[in-house]
């Protein structure tokens, strides 16, 4: 993964076409990188065995993560992510239809940098990932790579 990679944490097939789509449509030309499930997720992030943190590529600029996965769910994915030195600062969007409170609430108890509930509408969804895209590709200002990779 490149600097400015997107990965996308994302299991339903319609839902990762739709986000491929709307980020195209926005001129977002940044890679993206699809895991399938928690456990692929980490396996980027963290390396083989998700512990060792000896992932063997560079960190993605940003993680849209979806909630509801296979192997390991986001929490937890959220969970690990913050709890690995190497990870730790990376932002992490949960991008996903749950409108459950406790989703939301337990998704900032774990460290999620935004919630984002992906609107039915494909109109509204595309805004909102040419929203998400600017904000945190162009518009923030990541932490120091020295902070980023010990």
């Known amino acids: 993964m490149s600097p400015k990679t997107i990965l996308l944490v994302e299991d339903n097939p319609d839902d990762e076409a739709l986000t491929l789509r709307a980020l195209e449509q926005n001129s977002i030309a940044n890679r993206v990188v699809v895991?399938?499930?928690?456990?692929?997720?980490?396996?980027?992030?963290?390396g083989n065995g998700?512990?060792?943190?000896?992932?063997?590529?560079?960190?993605p600029a940003l993680v849209l993560l979806d909630l509801k996965l296979p192997k390991i769910d986001g929490l937890e994915v959220l969970s690990r992510i913050r709890a690995n030195e190497r990870t730790a600062l990376v932002p992490v969007v949960i991008l996903t239809?749950?409108?459950?409170?406790s989703d939301l609430v337990?998704?900032?108890r774990h460290g999620a940098?935004?919630?984002?509930?992906?609107?039915?509408?494909f109109t509204e969804f595309s805004e909102a990932i040419r929203q998400l895209g600017l904000y945190w590709l162009v518009v923030n200002e990541p932490p120091p790579p020295s902070l980023r990779e010990p």
Do not use: F, M, W
């Open 35 to 46: 895991a399938h499930d928690g456990a692929e997720a980490l396996a980027l992030l963290l």
């Open 50 to 59: 998700a512990e060792s943190g000896q992932a063997s590529c560079p960190l």
């Open 106 to 108: 337990q998704s900032y």
């Open 97 to 101: 239809t749950s409108s459950e409170e």
């Open 113 to 121: 940098n935004s919630y984002i509930r992906k609107p039915v509408d």
